[in-house]
């Protein structure tokens, strides 16, 4: 017996050795604490974050939706973000998705009495973890549905966590970044299910995938939007015969969506976009902007464009050129450039593109699905850009792998000294939404994160440990003997 005990301990200990040593893990702690380092809480000045976080305190303290009390401290004559419907209470102009995810992490705050601006700090903490568990997924899906190398899936997810959007809005109180984790959700559970473990735990996955997906119209109406690519990579796979398992949970949060409404607006179909008092919303500017114009602002702009803040997405290009090549990924191709242009064309018809943002929030919730593409080239760059039946000359195909390398990794790196100069330096740069005013803020040693302004060391003990720990994934997967 006692021998059978410690066999017992010595299997739960490798496990939690294994667990503990494990790459993903790593990922996850190593991308939080890179977040923690930029928190730097709510923003009162930003109108989308304080009446969120107003909603939030509302529903706890009050068991109401209206934020009536907190008009007082808003910066006036700015009432932006708000509806105003006839009941006469004032309101958040977005969808509740965010306010209900927020309230039991306030209200946590609120049991253990911390105050603002405190428990504004923990409730970013939210937006990381949410974010930093979208990496680990990306990394998971690489590896198990895609075949791809640790190494190059661990690339991937770097990719994302810190040279795009994603590390910036990390660090804020935006919807876009949870959506972003539940579009990935829903994407990793068909995916995985189509591609490599089809026939098992079909309808569980299906009914997951639903419950996350019905969630997205809640934290942004524009998500519906992506139900469509949803909806047909079901029906063209085995899985068509269970799509109502999907659709019925979808239907369910809907119904929590128009008694909302029903609620606060006194008609379900009315959102919160219908009694804005002004026109800082995303559809009350309506389709004037010319949409080649929107295309421009939102792929190679300095204020928006994606190409122009990463430019080493640019190889999402090429990925997608290989997926869609290949009959294996092809669906997959497809279901991800569908979702990114069914987004960016809806956002690049609307006058309005974001608010006063870094970069572009829109785009946020399929950026992961532009990072995937590029592991396919990661994995054979000579294959994509210097084969044999592509070039003639002798010192392309000899170098071509390691001029690929290079010119990788130096978009790499810019893109991360990009975005994290925009996380921080300002996040919510009001009308100054250009790199040389995060640059300027940079050089003046204006540095937005809470942490590090009150003791610049506790916020190295903080960030080199979250550094170190990358890096070390990154060495370890690249030691090991690819298969």
């Given at each position: 017996m006692a021998i059978h005990n410690l066999d017992n301990q010595g299997g739960t200990s490798a496990k939690i050795r294994s667990l503990v040593s494990s790459i993903p893990l790593k990922l996850f702690f190593g991308t939080f604490l890179v977040y923690l380092f930029c928190n730097n809480g709510i923003d009162w000045d930003s109108a989308s974050e304080r009446t969120r976080y107003a909603q939030i305190k509302a529903i706890i303290e009050g068991n109401v939706f209206y934020i009536d009390r907190f008009i007082p401290s808003f910066p006036h004559p700015q009432l932006w973000d708000l509806s105003l419907p006839p009941n006469g209470h004032y309101y958040p102009n977005k969808p509740p998705g965010l306010t209900f995810l927020g309230v039991p992490v306030v209200y946590i705050t609120s049991v253990l009495r911390i105050p603002y601006p405190l428990d504004g700090f923990i409730l970013i903490l939210l937006t990381c973890c949410f974010t930093s568990a979208?990496?680990?997924l990306l990394y998971s899906l690489c590896i198990r549905s895609f075949g791809m190398s640790e190494k190059v899936s661990l690339l991937v997810s770097l990719i994302y966590s810190f040279a795009t959007?994603?590390?910036?809005?990390?660090?804020?109180l935006y919807s876009n970044s949870f959506s972003a984790f539940f579009v990935f959700s829903v994407v990793y559970?068909?995916?995985?299910?189509?591609?490599?473990?089809?026939?098992?735990?079909?309808?569980?996955r299906l009914l997951v995938s639903g419950i996350m997906a019905g969630y997205l119209p809640l934290l942004d109406y524009s998500n519906v939007l992506l139900f469509l690519p949803f909806l047909l990579y079901i029906f063209f796979s085995k899985n068509r015969r269970y799509i109502g398992i999907f659709l019925l949970p979808v239907t369910l949060w809907l119904v929590v969506l128009l008694t909302y409404h029903y609620v606060c607006f006194g008609d379900p179909f009315i959102t919160s976009y219908g009694y804005?008092?002004?026109?800082?919303?995303?559809?009350?500017?309506?389709y004037t902007r010319p949409l080649h114009l929107g295309l421009l602002r939102f792929l190679f702009t300095p204020r928006r464009g994606i190409f122009i803040y990463s430019p080493v997405l640019i190889f999402s290009i090429f990925g997608f050129y290989v997926m869609l090549k290949d009959k294996q990924d092809r669906k997959e191709g497809v279901l991800f450039l569908s979702s990114f242009l069914i987004i960016l064309f809806f956002f690049s018809a609307l006058a309005y593109s974001s608010g006063w943002v870094f970069g572009s929030r829109r785009l946020d919730p399929v950026l992961p699905l532009l990072c995937i593409p590029?592991?396919?080239?990661?994995?054979?760059?000579?294959?994509v850009f210097f084969s044999k039946n592509t070039l003639t000359n002798s010192f392309l195909e000899k170098n071509g792998t390691k001029l690929f390398w290079f010119a990788f990794s130096a978009l790499f790196l810019l893109s991360i000294v990009i975005n994290g100069l925009g996380a921080i330096t300002d996040v919510h740069p009001m009308n100054l939404e250009y790199l040389d005013h995060n640059i300027n803020l940079f050089l003046n040693g204006q540095i937005h994160s809470l942490i590090w302004n009150i003791s610049p060391l506790l916020g190295l003990i903080i960030l080199l440990p979250a550094i170190?720990?990358?890096?070390?994934?990154?060495?370890?997967?690249?030691?090991?003997r690819e298969e």
């Open positions: 979208t990496v680990v959007f994603a590390f910036p809005h990390a660090v804020t559970l068909l995916v995985s299910q189509n591609k490599k473990e089809e026939g098992k735990n079909q309808i569980t804005a008092i002004n026109t800082r919303n995303t559809f009350d500017w309506g590029i592991g396919r080239v990661l994995q054979s760059p000579k294959k170190m720990i990358n890096v070390y994934a990154l060495y370890k997967t690249s030691k090991r």
